[in-house]
C-alpha cells in the first residue's frame, strides 16, 4: 500500500473543486474529533504563523462555526455551516470573510487504513474556476500542509 506522507492537493480539470488526500497515524475516529472537537481543532489548524480563535461551534448536522486565525495585527474570520456531522463523513459550507460571496461546499471523509492509520479525503467546490485557482494561488498549500503535520504531532501524542 502505498503512503501518502505530504499532502496530495489536485484541482479537478473539469469542475471548480480542489480534492486533498493525506494519510495519518489515527484512527477515523481521532481525525473526526479533531475536526468536530474546538479545542483540538484550534491547536492544528492552519499555518504555523497563525493563531486560532473560536467564535461559535456547534459541530452537529445543522450546526455553525465561526473562527478567526491570527498574526500580530492580521486577522481572517471563517465560517461556515455543518450539513452533515458523522462518523465517516462530514459536508460543510467554509467561507472566508474576506471574500463573503465566495461560498465553497466542502466534504471530508475517512477512509480507515487498518492498523490505526486512516486516510483523510477532502473536496472543496467552489463557485468558480477563477475562484478555485485564487485559492490555490493564496498560498494555501502551506496552511494545509503544516496544518497537518500540527494534527499528526497531536496524534503521536495521544492528544485526540
Given at each position: ?8 492537493i ?26 468536530t ?5 484550534v ?118
Amino acid at each position: 500500500m502505498n503512503k501518502i506522507v505530504e499532502t496530495t492537493i489536485e484541482a479537478d480539470p473539469k469542475l471548480p473543486i480542489i480534492r486533498l488526500t493525506r494519510d495519518f497515524a489515527a484512527t477515523p475516529a481521532q481525525l473526526l474529533r479533531a475536526h468536530t472537537d474546538p479545542e483540538i481543532f484550534v491547536l492544528w489548524n492552519g499555518p504555523d504563523s497563525l493563531t486560532n480563535t473560536i467564535d461559535y461551534w456547534d459541530a452537529r448536522t445543522g450546526g455553525s462555526w465561526r473562527y478567526v486565525s491570527r498574526r500580530g495585527d492580521e486577522e481572517y474570520a471563517f465560517r461556515g455551516t455543518f450539513h452533515e456531522v458523522g462518523p465517516e463523513r462530514i459536508v460543510q459550507t467554509f467561507t472566508f470573510e474576506g471574500q463573503p460571496d465566495g461560498v465553497a461546499l466542502e466534504a471530508l471523509w475517512f477512509e480507515d487504513l487498518g492498523d490505526g492509520r486512516t486516510r483523510l479525503h477532502a473536496q472543496s467546490l467552489v463557485d468558480s474556476f477563477e475562484g478555485r485557482d485564487a485559492w490555490l494561488r493564496s498560498g494555501m498549500e502551506v496552511g494545509v500542509n503544516e496544518g497537518y503535520a500540527k494534527l499528526e504531532r497531536l496524534a503521536a501524542e495521544h492528544k485526540i
